[in-house]
């Protein structure tokens, strides 16, 4: 939606929908001032009753040929700097969409595998969660950082070392085949 007219103080009297109790801010190819203005508004109108909800906090998105775009931690960032509060992420790599996800079917954990292309959000939840992890080196993490975590005397980045990894996705199909 366009800016209800030209001036900041028309932004302001825009109305508001009164049963808006969250704002959830997720991928949005169509993210633009407007609607940075009218989620501020509902924050600021709703107070600490109006919830901050991120999907997640990818920074960049890879594409083939090693091109990327923007992530939705991008937008997140956008609100949460206006708002002056932090977002709560439901996703990786928070673990409440895994409890979520546990809680509905019966898993063990201890037979379960997180694969992922990130150490920041994949790998950290599964290891968090405790999961076997499996990076796959297609996305934004390259060998050299997992080596330089398992090396590092921080416990933190040690969150980020992955039970196993693989060139490829793809190097797992005949495996799966059998």
């Given at each position: 939606?366009?800016?209800p007219?030209p001036?900041p103080?028309?932004?302001?009297?825009?109305?508001l929908d009164p049963a808006?109790?969250?704002?959830?801010?997720?991928f949005d190819?169509h993210f633009?001032?407007?609607?940075l203005?009218?989620a501020?508004r509902?924050?600021?109108?709703g107070?600490?009753?109006?919830?901050?909800?991120?999907?997640n906090?990818?920074?960049?998105?890879p594409l083939?040929?090693?091109?990327a775009?923007?992530g939705?931690?991008c937008?997140?960032k956008a609100?949460?700097?206006?708002?002056e509060?932090?977002?709560?992420i439901v996703?990786?790599?928070?673990r409440?969409?895994?409890?979520c996800?546990?809680?509905e079917f019966?898993l063990d954990?201890?037979r379960?595998?997180?694969?992922g292309d990130?150490?920041?959000t994949d790998?950290?939840?599964?290891?968090d969660c405790?999961?076997?992890?499996?990076?796959?080196l297609t996305g934004?993490?390259?060998?050299?950082?997992v080596r330089?975590?398992?090396?590092?005397d921080?416990?933190?980045?040690?969150s980020?070392?992955?039970?196993f990894y693989?060139?490829s996705?793809?190097?797992?199909?005949p495996?799966l085949?059998q």
């Amino acid at each position: 939606a366009a800016l209800p007219g030209p001036a900041p103080a028309d932004w302001v009297r825009a109305p508001l929908d009164p049963a808006v109790r969250a704002v959830l801010v997720g991928f949005d190819e169509h993210f633009s001032y407007a609607k940075l203005c009218q989620a501020l508004r509902y924050l600021l109108r709703g107070g600490p009753d109006c919830l901050l909800v991120g999907t997640n906090r990818d920074h960049r998105l890879p594409l083939e040929g090693g091109a990327a775009i923007p992530g939705t931690g991008c937008l997140v960032k956008a609100v949460e700097t206006a708002a002056e509060r932090e977002a709560f992420i439901v996703g990786k790599p928070n673990r409440f969409m895994f409890d979520c996800v546990a809680s509905e079917f019966q898993l063990d954990p201890a037979r379960t595998i997180m694969v992922g292309d990130r150490l920041d959000t994949d790998i950290l939840m599964g290891n968090d969660c405790g999961l076997t992890t499996l990076l796959t080196l297609t996305g934004v993490t390259a060998l050299d950082e997992v080596r330089g975590h398992q090396d590092s005397d921080s416990p933190a980045r040690h969150s980020l070392v992955p039970d196993f990894y693989v060139d490829s996705i793809a190097d797992l199909l005949p495996a799966l085949g059998q």
